[in-house]
């Protein structure tokens, strides 16, 4: 019987308990040291302490020196969690390679090229475009089409305070075992929980319409990462992002649905794992630390920390549209940083370099 996780987890812990699987040129590749086992798990960021538990086990059984083993993760703080674990262990002189490396910056080229996002952005000409049509711009964008406790939260706050005319909102499922919350009371009510189902699917085109159903890609199934029309960036200000794992101990997994809209132009305001905002200064982005009180990313406790962001979103929901497009005016070097940052990212090089040690 294989222990209770997510399924991404559990891949991580099969993957590390069955390296046995492995050839056995490579095998003998590894434990004569001319060839580096490289363990990729990059689309994914989960907590790693029960992977590198039963992985270094794996390779003293196999008898397979660490020094030669590569684990990349988009788990930005894995590599501070691996030291962390291997403090009190006795093989800690020989370690594994964790490589922490945000995937989803790299994905934002393969989705330029795809056509799905902007090849050039120019904040000055962002700029002209919202001041032209400030009539059809909104001031939030809701990023995440899937359901998780959080984002059932996020949307009984914005029916509770009917903000509807403030968002551009892609939402079609509402799960219902996700409604024993004591920390929310005023919105875990089923009066709220009916007037918000009633509403449901919130498809902001023909793309969000059409993706529905079975998890899957194209027409008639539900593909969770379908990127959203740049127009959509255009004809908003700010996008709320409820980000992965954001509960979940150990873990640090920034998902596209902060690169995308940071790439095209946006400010985001999200719901993350605890000082996410921390690792992505770290990674070299700029924060809005002037226009808004950032020290949620400090608060350990989940739901608080949710709570924080509700209040800054309601908040901002109560400033002016001209107010909004003022901030979001003064923001023009920071939002230009963040996506040049992105389209410059040299992600092979600098993933390459983390593996070969050079």
Same mark, same amino acid.
């Given at each position: 019987s294989f222990p209770t996780r997510r399924s991404s987890d559990l891949h991580n812990w099969l993957a590390a308990k069955h390296l046995n699987l492995l050839p056995e040129y490579v095998l003998s590749g590894l434990r004569s040291n001319n060839c580096r086992l490289i363990l990729d798990n990059t689309l994914e960021g989960d907590k790693a302490e029960e992977f590198y538990e039963t992985l270094y086990k794996s390779l003293h059984s196999l008898d397979i020196n660490p020094d030669y083993v590569t684990y990349v993760t988009s788990n930005l703080i894995a590599e501070e969690t691996h030291t962390k674990w291997l403090a009190d262990k006795s093989y800690k002189d020989n370690r594994i390679n964790v490589v922490s490396f945000p995937w989803n910056i790299y994905d934002v080229k393969r989705l330029i090229s795809l056509g799905h996002l902007p090849v050039e952005v120019n904040i000055e000409k962002e700029i002209e475009y919202k001041k032209e049509n400030h009539n059809k711009v909104k001031p939030f964008l809701k990023v995440n089409r899937t359901c998780r406790p959080e984002r059932n939260i996020f949307m009984l706050f914005v029916n509770k305070l009917n903000l509807y005319s403030r968002f551009k909102i @892609?939402?079609?499922?509402?799960?219902? /075992?996700? %409604?024993? #919350? *004591?920390?929310?009371?005023?919105?875990?009510?089923?009066?709220?929980? %009916? !007037? +918000?189902?009633?509403?449901?699917?919130?498809?902001?085109?023909?793309?969000?319409? %059409?993706? $529905?159903?079975?998890p899957g890609i194209g027409v008639g199934k539900f593909d969770a990462d379908l990127p959203f029309n740049p127009l959509h960036y255009r004809n908003t200000l700010i996008s709320t992002v409820m980000c992965a794992f954001p509960f979940v101990e150990n873990a640090?997994?920034? $998902? @596209?649905?902060?690169?995308?809209?940071? &790439?095209?132009?946006?400010? =985001?305001?999200?719901?993350?794992? =605890?000082? $996410? +905002?921390?690792?992505?200064?770290?990674?070299?982005?700029?924060? #809005?630390?002037?226009?808004? *009180?950032? !020290? &949620?990313?400090?608060?350990? #406790?989940?739901?608080?920390? +949710?709570?924080?962001?509700? #209040?800054? =979103?309601?908040?901002?929901?109560?400033?002016?549209?001209? /107010?909004?497009? /003022?901030? &979001?005016?003064?923001?023009? *070097?920071?939002?230009?940083?963040?996506? *040049?940052?992105?389209?410059?990212? %040299?992600?092979?090089?600098?993933?390459?370099?983390r593996i070969t040690g050079e």
């Open positions: @892609s939402f079609n499922n509402y799960n219902k /075992d996700y %409604d024993l #919350f *004591d920390w929310f009371p005023d919105l875990i009510v089923q009066d709220n929980i %009916d !007037s +918000l189902i009633a509403k449901i699917p919130f498809d902001i085109d023909k793309s969000d319409k %059409d993706n $529905h159903g079975p640090c997994h920034i $998902h @596209s649905s902060t690169y995308n809209p940071m &790439y095209c132009g946006h400010p =985001v305001l999200q719901f993350g794992p =605890v000082r $996410h +905002l921390k690792k992505l200064k770290e990674l070299g982005f700029k924060t #809005f630390n002037k226009w808004r *009180d950032e !020290s &949620y990313d400090e608060e350990e #406790f989940g739901w608080g920390r +949710l709570t924080k962001v509700l #209040f800054i =979103v309601e908040k901002l929901c109560n400033k002016s549209d001209k /107010d909004l497009l /003022d901030m &979001y005016i003064k923001m023009k *070097d920071t939002l230009q940083h963040n996506s *040049d940052l992105i389209k410059n990212y %040299d992600s092979i090089n600098i993933l390459t370099k």
